[in-house]
């Protein structure tokens, strides 16, 4: 649980505690001592390593002279998941048993005081409080006189715990991975396993562990944390076998760790079902992108291209294979890119290239010299890479739809998006390469099915109108573009930014009278364009600022941070969590559909909802672990807590009804 919201209280503790004593043992022999701990409904305590967050039981003991305790031994913790952090923990009843070694002078019949003074956390997902209690208990010293429940007591306890795992197990450091081999029948079974990893900051606690087999020998590979200490001697951990909470103890030591294994299909990280469902989602969410208002126009003027293509099969197809290839080479750029800055430890998720004022800048210039080109003050027709018609221009032309599409999430492609930030490299990057098969399909299909291409319109003087006419989709891009400089950067770089892009289309134009003059255009462009991009090297950064404050909304929405759900959920009210962009098309269509409308407030204020808004806009760390927390790799995601219960995820398309339903299902407060 998070510790940045501590709340501290006197009595009672939200975990109580005792200290329970043990079969009577002979002098100098050995009992066990056990702290039970119970924690209340909601609330839970931390295993020795709490992970991400958390921390672990400390005790102070006062024994009789000659008396020793040995390290405390605890149960096979649970793993919980709160805003992208790990933590290890009980929520139900458990015992940490400690070793207890009578003094070799005590008295058969000795009555031995022993107290303890322990301290704790006790953690609900929304508040932590650190609590502590003096516990004391009785060692009698043998004969064994105890009675019966007092065994089964310490017998059920002791089962328990992780059985040791009676084998040597090895662990292997690499830069980014602590990868173990674990001696383990082949038989033994494996329900829900995880490794627990005792050594402190280690390994990555919350990303997705690896599991394969080697005959006898299991593999579990985990990322490594992101500063963890150089290699130590030993790592202790325990190994999860199954939901019940059998497991197993070891300590491991470095040695040769096999290099693969048949992986095992443990969780959404091995899910051979999974997986295609997936893939399903990526390539339908890919599709449904086409539809944005910056893709279109350049998805269907490729489309024209094909009907210049004329009775052409092969070119057909050289086009579409080509475009294809630049779709999805770029989503898998872009797919690389922020697998490797989150396994660097950057807090960043998909469309992470619009929350940077440089990229904005960039995809501004870019936006006007495509609304130049279709408006025909000039024509873009560099031999041998990107003539008009050719495959190298499809590709080229791939690529910039791409760039341009992934910025918003959209139906289908949440769950896909958000599994490929938990995934394994490989499938991770399968899930990127579909979502580009998805972008490219329908071009792929015309280009492909003769039907389909025998269908489009016969080339002809409308071919100029029509390009004309998606002149004014892709300005209106770019005069979004410019908005969105300013909200995320502020006026003077929108200011700066526009004055540029005027410059590249007066270039262009030039370029485009030489053009129609049949002189040569190439060189003073070039030039240009290089003095054009040092200016804004120089300039762009010396002017960006932080962004514009967030819109007004009619729901009066508190910014989101994690205290501030912390505090909403304590409050007992239901609370709507609502993550957008100032670049997401699908947010600002919900905003205006769903949450901006004086009904919904009504419904709001009558059922007392509070309402947090994340922006996510500029890269928000907290926003990103909350987003990657909800298995949700960017925005829209609404979320709705209500005053009891377990949170439900919104659809990503919300109709007028939707949020006004959630807040009053009766009618009542409408």
């Known amino acids: 649980m998070l510790l940045t919201a501590p709340a501290w209280a006197a009595s009672p503790n939200h975990i109580a505690a005792e200290l329970v004593a043990g079969p009577a043992p002979a002098p100098g022999e050995e009992t066990q001592l056990a702290i039970v701990m119970r924690p209340e409904p909601g609330w839970h305590g931390y295993w020795l390593n709490p992970g991400d967050a958390g921390l672990g039981m400390q005790m102070d003991w006062t024994l009789p002279s000659g008396a020793k305790v040995g390290e405390p031994h605890y149960p096979v913790p649970r793993t919980l998941l709160i805003s992208g952090l790990m933590n290890h923990v009980y929520e139900d009843e458990y015992a940490v048993l400690v070793p207890f070694t009578a003094p070799e002078n005590a008295k058969p019949g000795a009555q031995l005081p022993v107290t303890v003074k322990a301290q704790w956390l006790a953690c609900t997902d929304e508040i932590c409080v650190p609590e502590s209690a003096e516990l004391a208990a009785t060692v009698r010293i043998g004969p064994d006189t105890a009675a019966g429940p007092l065994k089964a007591r310490f017998e059920d306890w002791t089962q328990r715990l992780p059985a040791p795992l009676g084998a040597e197990a090895t662990f292997a450091l690499s830069d980014d991975a602590v990868r173990f081999a674990i001696p383990l029948p082949a038989t033994a079974s494996l329900g829900q396993p995880h490794?627990?990893?005792?050594?402190?900051k280690l390994v990555d606690y919350a990303a997705p562990q690896v599991f394969s087999r080697e005959g006898d020998m299991l593999i579990i590979s985990i990322p490594r944390a992101r500063f963890a200490p150089a290699s130590p001697e030993e790592v202790k951990a325990v190994l999860r076998l199954d939901a019940e909470g059998n497991g197993v103890i070891f300590t491991a030591r470095p040695g040769a760790v096999p290099d693969s294994g048949t992986p095992l299909t443990t969780g959404i990280a091995a899910s051979s079902s999974a997986l295609p469902w997936l893939l399903l989602g990526a390539l339908v969410g890919g599709l449904l992108l086409n539809i944005m208002p910056c893709v279109?126009?350049?998805?269907s003027l490729k489309a024209l291209s094909l009907a210049r293509a004329g009775e052409s099969q092969a070119q057909a197809?050289?086009?579409?294979?080509a475009y294809t290839a630049g779709v999805v080479l770029a989503c898998l750029g872009l797919g690389a890119m922020l697998l490797g800055f989150r396994a660097a430890g950057e807090q960043v998720g998909w469309a992470f290239q619009l929350q940077e004022p440089s990229v904005v800048a960039?995809?501004?210039?870019?936006?006007?010299?495509?609304?130049?080109n279709l408006l025909g003050l000039f024509e873009f027709g560099v031999p041998g890479f990107a003539s008009e018609g050719s495959p190298q221009g499809a590709f080229a032309t791939g690529l910039l739809a791409a760039f341009v599409a992934t910025p918003c999430t959209g139906p289908f492609m949440a769950t896909a998006m958000g599994a490929a930030l938990l995934l394994p490299v490989a499938p991770a990057l399968a899930l990127f390469a579909t979502l580009g098969l998805g972008i490219a399909l329908p071009f792929l299909a015309i280009a492909f099915i003769p039907a389909l291409r025998r269908r489009m319109p016969k080339p002809g003087a409308w071919m100029t109108a029509f390009r004309r006419w998606m002149a004014l989709p892709m300005g209106l891009t770019a005069l979004a573009l410019a908005w969105l400089a300013t909200r995320i950067a502020g006026p003077w770089f929108a200011l700066v930014s526009i004055g540029l892009a005027a410059l590249l289309v007066a270039l262009l134009a030039f370029a485009g009278h030489r053009q129609r003059q049949a002189r040569p255009a190439i060189r003073p462009t070039a030039f240009g364009l290089v003095v054009l991009g040092i200016a804004a090297l120089l300039v762009l950064p010396q002017v960006e600022r932080d962004r514009a404050a967030a819109a007004e909304s009619l729901l009066d929405p508190e910014p989101f941070s994690e205290s501030a759900l912390a505090r909403a959920?304590?409050?007992?009210?239901?609370v709507f969590a609502w993550f957008t962009a100032d670049w997401c098309l699908t947010c600002k269509v919900n905003e205006k559909v769903a949450i901006e409308r004086e009904e919904t407030r009504r419904a709001f204020e009558g059922a007392g909802v509070v309402v947090l808004r994340g922006d996510w806009t500029r890269r928000d760390p907290a926003i990103?672990?909350?987003?990657?927390?909800q298995g949700a790799a960017g925005v829209p995601l609404y979320v709705w807590y209500p005053r009891q219960g377990a949170p439900e995820t919104l659809p990503q398309v919300l109709t007028p009804g939707t949020l006004i339903d959630k807040a009053c299902p009766d009618g009542t407060c409408r």
């Open 195 to 200: 490794l627990f990893v005792a050594h402190d």
């Open 296 to 299: 279109f126009p350049i998805l």
């Open 317 to 321: 197809r050289a086009e579409g294979l």
């Open 362 to 372: 960039l995809l501004l210039l870019l936006a006007c010299a495509i609304t130049a």
């Open 569 to 574: 959920r304590a409050s007992g009210r239901p």
């Open 624 to 629: 990103t672990r909350y987003l990657t927390s």
